[in-house]
């Protein structure tokens, strides 16, 4: 009967959003869009700012739970999400989620699933645990930078294993994600072609589309393993809010399955398919920004930034089609192949996301860094570096060449690099 269930829950899925993609490309290309997209993108900014809440507990919008690391987006998502003293515990360490794999990095681990839940259902179901960072030093030349390492706590379900992989991951500002879906096969193909000829081994991350079951690019999350942003955000509702939706109708709860399906009292429904579009509207359309203006230190830096290599991933050359940006006065290069790349063990986590290994990172669009470094925000997955300097000390595998054409530089020339950089 179960699998039956499924099985039809599947195939409808797959319907249901095979008619929504057709519909928003439909959208995306007509004179209406502006004015749809207006009234889609306030919509979207009262989801991204809902707070999900337990049901019949409280009022707001029912559906959280019954493992969960937030009560909304803005929890995790906030302009210029700041590193937190690695003193702190995990209630205070809000934009930070600590991804499990089991001993060989690819499958979720057998108690606590994909991440560990810091809430739970109090009186009902407990948090899976708790951790805390314990920030340790490393030594690259002269410079001094910093990586964590994660701490569990309070583990409610099991041990875990010798080998088990865990993860920090930062949840970033969302300025100028939203417009990758827009990049084509073809371009990507020919970044990887071109890049071969460099002596690089950027690769396209294949992965299985969990809605439509076929294979798919991905382009979004740090190993680019979601492959487009309605997916990226509908796994989110379920993995860190415990939002369920047609896309991933079933909560995880790999401990007490049967607790969490008894808990589960508003169906597996939580989140409607228009409100996912709308949030996905307001997330591509971000604030229109204006050009940076002609700037002689900028115009140095930029040509230390192809003279040292970066713009050989970081392409200034890959733009967003305009059609996602209805709201946006120009189209601005992503700086970004959508690639994974070996960056190296100093970087590497352990875990496995279809074709990316511990040591693969997709390629970050540097696009919209400025907003985010003014506002106070970190770098790199795990939010270990503090400027652009620490980012780019971390690179090594395929980009040690980059990391050791920047220690050539003088002082003057290394602000100059930065300085374009914290422009983008």
Same mark, same amino acid.
């Given at each position: ?18 008619? &929504?993609?057709? =519909? ?14 207006? !009234? ?10 809902? %707070?999900?809440?337990? /049901?019949? $507990?409280?009022? #707001? ?7 969960? *690391? ?18 702190? *515990? ?9 991804? +499990? ?10 108690y606590y699933g994909n991440e560990i839940s810091r ?12 951790? &805390? ?8 030349? /002269? ?31 969302? *300025? ?18 071109e890049q071969k000829k460099l002596g690089l081994n950027? %690769? &396209?991350?294949?992965?299985?589309? /969990? ?64 409100? +996912? ?26 040509? $230390?930034?192809?003279?040292? #290599?970066?713009?050989?991933?970081h392409r200034s050359d890959l733009y967003a089609a ?10 601005? /290069? $992503?700086?970004?192949? =959508? ?7 100093? =970087? ?20 919209? +860094? ?11 997955? !795990? ?8 980012? +780019? ?21 290394? =602000? ?9």
């Amino acid at each position: 009967m179960t699998s039956w269930l499924l099985n039809k829950i599947t195939k409808q899925t797959v319907q249901r959003i095979a008619g &929504i993609r057709l =519909l928003l490309i439909a959208v995306l290309s007509s004179p209406f869009w502006t004015h749809a997209s207006s !009234d889609l993108k306030a919509q979207g900014a009262e989801v991204f700012q809902s %707070r999900w809440v337990i /049901p019949f $507990l409280s009022s #707001g919008s029912w559906g959280r739970g019954p493992h969960s *690391n937030a009560e909304s987006c803005t929890d995790c998502h906030k302009p210029g999400t700041n590193p937190f003293h690695p003193d702190k *515990n995990v209630e205070e360490i809000q934009p930070f989620v600590l991804k +499990i794999r089991n001993y060989n990095g690819t499958n979720g681990h057998k108690y606590y699933g994909n991440e560990i839940s810091r809430f739970g259902i109090t009186g009902k179901l407990a948090p899976e645990g708790a951790f &805390i960072l314990d920030w340790q030093k490393s030594k690259i030349g /002269p410079y001094v930078i910093r990586y964590p390492s994660p701490q569990i706590t309070n583990l409610k379900f099991g041990p875990l294993e010798s080998g088990d992989a865990l993860s920090i991951r930062l949840g970033r500002d969302l *300025n100028a994600i939203g417009t990758l879906d827009s990049i084509t096969a073809s371009q990507l193909q020919e970044l990887v072609n071109e890049q071969k000829k460099l002596g690089l081994n950027g %690769r &396209i991350n294949y992965v299985l589309n /969990p809605i439509t079951k076929t294979k798919s690019i991905g382009r979004y999350g740090y190993k680019a393993s979601s492959p487009s942003l309605f997916d990226q955000i509908s796994k989110a509702f379920r993995d860190e809010l415990g939002v369920t939706s047609d896309a991933y109708p079933i909560n995880p709860c790999a401990a007490k399955p049967d607790v969490c399906s008894s808990l589960n009292t508003v169906g597996s429904l939580e989140i409607s398919e228009d409100k +996912i579009i709308a949030l996905t509207t307001f997330i591509r359309n971000p604030k229109p920004q204006n050009p940076p203006e002609p700037d002689k230190r900028r115009s140095a830096g930029e040509d $230390l930034f192809a003279k040292i #290599g970066c713009n050989r991933c970081h392409r200034s050359d890959l733009y967003a089609a305009s059609q996602y940006q209805a709201d946006t006065k120009y189209d601005r /290069p $992503l700086y970004t192949d =959508l690639l994974i790349h070996d960056m190296g063990i100093g =970087l590497a986590d352990g875990m496995k996301e279809f074709l990316a290994g511990p040591q693969d990172w997709r390629t970050p669009p540097l696009s919209g +860094i400025k907003k985010h470094l003014n506002l106070g925000g970190t770098l790199l997955h !795990d939010g270990r570096a503090q400027s652009i300097q620490e980012a +780019i000390l971390w690179h090594d595998g395929e980009a040690k060449d980059v990391r050791a054409n920047y220690l050539s530089l003088n002082e003057d020339q290394k =602000l100059l690099l930065e300085y374009f950089i914290e422009q983008l």
